[in-house]
């Protein structure tokens, strides 16, 4: 009698690796995108204090076409991409520029006809 394996899918990740400037910290996968944040401002407190949150992102970097390119991670795609990480995978903080804005618009005299 003939049976069929089935193909199992790896367990989910329970410790990744976030990256920040060179430097890697062990965490456990973020259920959400806010807890990711959470997770890399208590692993990188010296330099993510005091930063906004929407300033921070992340990023795996993938072999595709035999080229290694970066990739970002929305907010929406975090659980889905999570679940698909191998243990000790790396992922890359961000921080975003912020943004500034100078001031108001100038403002313009009405060309009204008197």
């Known amino acids: 009698m003939k049976t069929s394996a089935r193909r199992q899918s790896p367990a989910p990740?329970?410790?990744?690796t976030y990256r920040l400037n060179n430097q890697m910290m062990y965490v456990p996968?973020?259920?959400?995108?806010?807890q990711a944040v959470t997770f890399a401002r208590s692993a990188?407190?010296?330099?993510?204090?005091?930063?906004?949150k929407s300033r921070i992102s992340f990023s795996l970097?993938?072999?595709?076409?035999g080229k290694q390119s970066s990739v970002g991670i929305s907010r929406v795609a975090w659980s889905t991409i999570m679940s698909h990480l191998?243990?000790?995978?790396?992922?890359?903080?961000?921080i975003q520029p912020e943004l500034r804005v100078s001031g108001?618009?100038?403002s313009y005299r009405s060309c009204g006809s008197t």
Request: aromatic residues 8%.
């Open 44 to 52: 990188f407190e010296g330099d993510l204090t005091g930063i906004d």
């Open 13 to 16: 990740a329970d410790v990744i």
């Open 104 to 106: 108001p618009p100038p």
């Open 61 to 65: 970097n993938v072999l595709a076409n």
């Open 86 to 94: 191998a243990r000790y995978e790396i992922i890359d903080v961000h």
């Open 29 to 34: 996968p973020a259920e959400s995108f806010d």
